[in-house]
């Protein structure tokens, strides 16, 4: 089992940046994936970004080259850092833990892009 709780959401405006973290009850080194998906009002859950045990990462085309996601396995955390944020990245953003036989999300934070 493992509780994910995850932190830094808020609001900015276009052009601005958050760093989301996604803090992990016990140790992420042996987990397989670890993911950050995101919920926007009447739209279904999409992938952001994932990054596997060996650190390969894995952008949607959308925040290619704004967003990165990394892990801290010894902080037992998850990181993504969100630049040149625009109004279509508002959404409810979620951490995940994926492995075979499991499969773990977090409450999610918001996330509101607006001038």
């Known amino acids: 089992q493992v509780q994910l709780v995850e932190s830094g959401g808020g609001w900015v405006q276009p052009g601005g940046s958050l760093r989301l973290s996604c803090a992990a009850s016990r140790s992420i080194f042996s987990i397989d994936f670890m993911g950050w998906y995101r919920q926007a009002p009447g739209k279904e859950r999409e992938l952001v970004a994932t990054?596997?045990?060996?650190?390969?990462?894995n952008y949607a085309g959308s925040v290619k080259g704004r967003f990165t996601i990394s892990r801290d396995s010894a902080k037992n955390t998850v990181y993504l850092q969100m630049n040149s944020l625009k109004p279509e990245d508002t959404a409810v953003y979620y951490c995940n833990a994926y492995n075979v036989l499991s499969d773990y999300w977090g409450q999610g934070t918001q996330v509101t892009v607006s001038s």
């Open positions: 990054i596997t045990s060996r650190g390969r990462t």
